[in-house]
């Protein structure tokens, strides 16, 4: 079979993948995305959505806050398409413990230029009368919204189509060590570069890559328009969130554009089933309901698991693989994989084309981790 020789070829058509094909595209490169499911259908459709400045680290914060602008003016022209809602963060304080941690959290943030304001718990029932009782305040970031992943990831895949880069359904089998992509079907493919935006699935393809999958449950509710108006969430969660084994749930709601309650999340190592497991969700449920009671009297719809992809550190891993000449990666964004999108393509983009980019891109170098640096194609 006669192969086409894209410029680069990108393995994955999830929010990474489909941002990575956008911002190559733009700048004239040829592009052809390989995608074995549908686009979007991954880890990007199991996501809550959430776009959300974090800043565990000066890394961590300058990617997601660079990414909320870029998410910003991409949905501009047509923020329902996106199902985009600037409907803010609060970050719960549960005690006076929580409270500091949540100042801390103010301090950094309005450092780095991002609007937020500590609420009292005066202020914060006024905003969320939902919440339970006995509660310290909380944190209000403004500037973080919400967006539907898999429609988002769409409209990015469609611009780069539009501009000319090719969607191949199929799946790839294994990358040679000449830069080939083999197909599942025994197409042979010869791109220039290929990138690994695989997601969970990234060390299947390239073994050497540190990522492991880390599984999370979700929940929607029926309509209840006005029960709560912003993402809210436990400043717990930043323990829960980036332990590095062990299962755990963390208090994490969001208001859709619908007035349904999207319910998160949980998250567990050690396991690619993806079947719902009764006891985790109603861990989750419960861990939820204590936080806003009411939640216990409303239905659940639906409920889902989707693997992400999580890296040693915590960062995702872009840029160049360091021993694989013409292999790229784009993956390990674990829980933030929504948020850091647009700016994990910046990057990838920058870096190919030799540009400068808004951020520097040392800190999510794939040669950070020796395993990397050591591999042989
Ligand atoms: C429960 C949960 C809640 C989350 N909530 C949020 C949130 O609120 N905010 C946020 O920012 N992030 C969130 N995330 C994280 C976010 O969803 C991920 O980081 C992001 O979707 C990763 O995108 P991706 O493109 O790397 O992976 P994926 O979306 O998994 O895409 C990878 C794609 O590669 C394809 N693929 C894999 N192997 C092959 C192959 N061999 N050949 C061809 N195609 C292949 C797959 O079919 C898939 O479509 C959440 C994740 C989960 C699981």
Redesign the pocket.
């Known amino acids: 079979m006669t192969s086409p020789s894209p410029d680069v070829l990108i393995?994955?058509?999830?929010?990474?993948?489909a941002a990575c094909a956008d911002a190559l595209s733009a700048r004239g490169l040829r592009v052809t995305v390989?995608?074995?499911?549908v686009v979007?259908?991954?880890?990007?459709a199991?996501?809550?959505?959430?776009?959300?400045v974090m800043d565990d680290n000066e890394a961590e914060l300058a990617l997601s806050a660079w990414s909320l602008e870029l998410w910003r003016e991409f949905v501009a022209e047509h923020p329902e398409r996106h199902e985009y809602s600037r409907c803010g963060t609060i970050w719960v304080a549960a005690d006076d413990e929580e409270m500091a941690a949540a100042r801390v959290k103010a301090k950094t943030l309005t450092a780095h230029g991002l609007s937020c304001a500590m609420l009292d718990a005066v202020s914060l029932y006024e905003r969320e009368p939902q919440l339970r009782p006995g509660l310290a305040g909380g944190l209000l970031v403004n500037g973080d919204g919400l967006v539907y992943?898999p429609k988002s990831a769409r409209l990015l895949m469609d611009r780069a189509v539009a501009r000319g880069a090719a969607l191949v359904n199929?799946?790839?089998h294994h990358v040679n060590a000449d830069g080939s992509v083999v197909l599942a079907d025994g197409t042979r493919l010869h791109p220039g570069r290929v990138l690994v935006?695989?997601?969970?699935?990234s060390a299947?393809?390239v073994p050497e890559l540190p990522v492991q999958p880390k599984k999370?449950?979700?929940a929607i509710t029926d309509r209840y328009p006005g029960f709560i108006r912003h993402q809210l969430v436990e400043l717990g969660y930043i323990k829960s969130a980036h332990a590095a084994s062990g299962d755990s749930v963390a208090f994490n709601l969001q208001p859709r554009p619908t007035g349904q309650i999207l319910i998160?999340?949980s998250r567990q190592f050690g396991t690619t089933d993806p079947a719902v497991e009764h006891a985790m969700m109603a861990r989750m449920l419960r861990h939820a309901a204590t936080f806003t009671p009411a939640l216990a009297n409303m239905n659940v719809l639906r409920c889902w698991?989707?693997?992400?992809?999580a890296s040693p550190d915590g960062l995702p891993i872009i840029g160049p693989h360091p021993a694989r000449a013409g292999l790229w990666l784009a993956?390990g964004?674990?829980?933030?994989?929504?948020?850091?999108?647009l700016a994990t393509a910046q990057l990838v983009a920058a870096q190919m084309c030799g540009e400068a980019a808004a951020i520097p891109h040392m800190p999510y170098l794939p040669s950070r981790f020796s395993q990397m640096r050591h591999a042989h194609g």
């Open positions: 393995i994955g058509g999830g929010i990474i993948g390989v995608e074995q499911d979007g259908s991954g880890a990007t199991a996501g809550m959505g959430h776009l959300v992943p199929g799946s790839v935006a695989a997601g969970s699935r299947a393809l999370g449950h979700v998160g999340s698991t989707g693997l992400r992809a993956t964004h674990e829980g933030l994989g929504i948020t850091t999108s």
